[in-house]
């Protein structure tokens, strides 16, 4: 099946550093995602991409569709403790049943005050 | 809307003991999923449903069915329980296929002695 590689695993941070992350992918995805993942909880979607080379913000993060279709990157800026949480890409391929999502491995990231 | 509900949050099986994992969503939603996810990894499909009386496998389907009478549930059972499926699960929903956000339940922690 598709796997996506995401980096850095995990990511120990000072409140107020700047943040960034990435997906990559062996194959090409038409829709990418980035969730976020408190402990104890399902994931909840922060930003979502549907064509490539799209730039899109949600408060302090901002994510991109790389131009190949196969990559995608999540920046958060000014971090905050409240930011701690395991972070997922997913990409969906439309055309596939259920447009199903695959999902990376996450990255945990931790924010010293 | 109370969104997507799970029951139970916890459970404790022996090898070899079945278990259904209940998943309802008030939201009319058409597909509805079912995904594990294991420590330091991404959520997994298992299966999915593109609507009422419609189902089909994920990446990893063996050792559970469902089922999908209505439209509001969607079940996950376990037939014969085994160690290898300690997990957390998650069900989600969404209205349609590509571009509607997927929505998590809050999960069943589901451990297998």
Redesign the interface.
């Given at each position: 099946g598709q796997q996506l590689n995401q980096s850095p695993q995990s990511m120990f941070i000072q409140e107020g550093e700047d943040v960034s992350m990435n997906c990559t992918s062996s194959s090409i995805f038409n829709t990418w995602l980035w969730y976020k993942q408190d402990p104890g909880e399902g994931p909840v979607l922060l930003i979502a991409l549907y064509k490539a080379g799209e730039l899109t913000s949600n408060g302090r993060l901002t994510a991109q569709f790389g131009i190949t279709r196969k990559d995608s990157f999540l920046n958060i800026s000014a971090s905050i403790p409240s930011d701690v949480g395991i972070y997922f890409c997913a990409g969906q391929v439309v055309e596939t049943s259920g447009s199903r999502l695959t999902f990376g491995e996450g990255t945990q990231l931790t924010v010293n005050p | 809307n109370a969104g997507?509900t799970q029951t139970p949050k916890f459970r404790i099986l022996k090898i070899g003991q079945s278990m259904t994992l209940q998943c309802a969503q008030d939201m009319n939603h058409n597909?509805m999923?079912w995904y594990r996810q294991d420590p330091?990894?991404?959520?997994?499909?298992i299966y999915?449903?593109?609507g009422a009386g419609i189902t089909?496998k994920?990446?990893v389907p063996n050792g559970y069915n469902v089922s999908r009478s209505t439209t509001e549930d969607f079940p996950l059972r376990l037939e014969l329980a085994a160690p290898s499926q300690t997990s957390v699960y998650?069900c989600?929903s969404?209205v349609g296929?590509?571009?509607s956000?997927?929505h998590?339940?809050?999960?069943t922690r589901l451990t297998v002695t």
């Open positions: - | 997507v597909y999923y330091g990894m991404g959520p997994k499909l999915y449903s593109v089909d994920g990446e998650f989600a969404r296929g590509a571009g956000p997927l998590f339940g809050n999960g």
